[in-house]
Structure formats: C-alpha cells, structure tokens
T-cell receptor
Framework: EPEVTQTPSHQVTQMGQEVILRCVPISNHLYFYWYRQILGQKVEFLVSFYNNEISEKSEIFDDQFSVERPDGSNFTLKIRSTKLEDSAMYFC????????????FGPGTRLLVL | GDSVTQMEGPVTLSEEAFLTINCTYTATGYPSLFWYVQYPGEGLQLLLKATKADDKGSNKGFEATYRKETTSFHLEKGSVQVSDSAVYFCALTPRGSGNTGKLIFGQGTTLQVKP
C-alpha cells in the first residue's frame, strides 16, 4: 500500500537555525498539507499546496515558513530561523481530492529547538 | 470560525466494553467529518468518514453518524479490544468555494483498554 514518508524522524536544532523537513507524498496525489502538533495540544493546520502554489495558510504560517515541491516528488517545509515555540511534531499529508478525499499522513518529524 | 470539540480524556475501559467518544462541531455549511486514529509512535490514520447529513461511516467495528441537527459525529464501538488503545481525533473539512481540504481537528481523546 502506498504511504507518505517523512525525513528525518527526529531533528534537534539550535534556536535561530534553519531547518528543512522533507516529505514524499503518495505519487498520484495532487493536494499536499503540513500540520503540526505541539506536545499535548491538538493537531493544527499550517498550509495546503496545490498546483505548485500555496492554496491556503494559517496564521501560524508566517514569513519564517515556506514550502516547496522542488522535483515533483518531494514536498518540503522550511523554517528559516527556528524559535523555541517551533518545537513540535510536524506531519505531512497528501490527498487525491481536496474535499472528500482521505488525507494520508506521514509518521511525522519531531522537531526540538534548543 | 470552524471548530471541533471532543470529550476530554483519557478514557479507560475494560476489554469488550462499549465505547462512545463524543464529538461536536461548529461550521458554516455542511462540512465533511472524519475520525482519525493515532497509534503510539505512528502518524494519523483515517478511521472513518461521512460527507453528508445522516451518513454513517464505519470501519473495523467503529461507527459514527453525521447528525446535522445536533452538529455531532460521535464515535462508537460495541466491544473494544486492547489493540484499540490509541488517540482518536475528530476532524472536519469545511465546504464551500475556496476551501482547500484542510482538516480542523479536535483536541484528541486517549483511549486505554485494559485486558
């Protein structure tokens, strides 16, 4: 069964450093998403991506964040200058249909900012 | 804005007990509704979904019915197993023009089933 993969599984970084979280969505999917879950809190939407551009972003997704689909298979989330409060589990998801299609989630990347 | 509220956890049950996890939502229009499950150390997996009022989603013995009149989507299972121990998330996708399929999640309910 096809699956969404994410790398790395864990990332530790110093405050102010840039991090890139990588995702490989399911190959025939067209809609891509990033979510995050701060420890003990709910899963929050960050951004959706379709047709090589951002289709929606949340208030959390400020200028420090960016997404890219550089080569038609990878989907990346970059945080330019990490803050302590960026420490969270980041999930990538993909879907074949934006409204009723199932979103398939990756296993997540746990980011710890020191 | 749109939101989802789930019952507080953790929920602890004995094996073969009946499970109900309450979920209510606030949304404009008629969203699609989902239950996702997260097993320890894993990502979220879709458990079931319903896309219109009175639809019943079901999978692996779990069921939930889309109730427009009470804006609810409660999760039920007649007889839980130890292997059902996980965190359960209720979620919605707003409908209407400009919606991109983003999921809005409830806070999650931890279920622990004891032998």
């Amino acid at each position: 069964e096809p699956e969404v993969t994410q790398t790395p599984s864990h990332q530790v970084t110093q405050m102010g450093q840039e991090v890139i979280l990588r995702c490989v969505p399911i190959s025939n999917h067209l809609y891509f998403y990033w979510y995050r879950q701060i420890l003990g809190q709910k899963v929050e939407f960050l951004v959706s991506f379709y047709n090589n551009e951002i289709s929606e972003k949340s208030e959390i997704f400020d200028d420090q964040f960016s997404v890219e689909r550089p080569d038609g298979s990878n989907f990346t989330l970059k945080i330019r200058s990490t803050k302590l409060e960026d420490s969270a589990m980041y999930f990538c998801a993909s879907s074949s249909d934006s409204l009723v299609g199932t979103q398939y989630f990756g296993p997540g990347t746990r980011l710890l900012v020191l | 804005g749109d939101s989802v509220t789930q019952m507080e956890g953790p929920v602890t049950l004995s094996e073969e007990a009946f499970l109900t996890i309450n979920c209510t939502y606030t949304a404009t229009g008629y969203p699609s509704l989902f239950w996702y499950v997260q097993y320890p150390g894993e990502g979220l997996q879709l458990l079931l979904k319903a896309t219109k009022a009175d639809d019943k989603g079901s999978n692996k013995g779990f069921e939930a019915t889309y109730r427009k009149e009470t804006t609810s989507f409660h999760l039920e299972k007649g007889s839980v197993q130890v292997s059902d121990s996980a965190v359960y998330f209720c979620a919605l996708t707003p409908r209407g023009s400009g919606n991109t399929g983003k999921l809005i999640f409830g806070q999650g309910t931890t279920l622990q089933v004891k032998p």
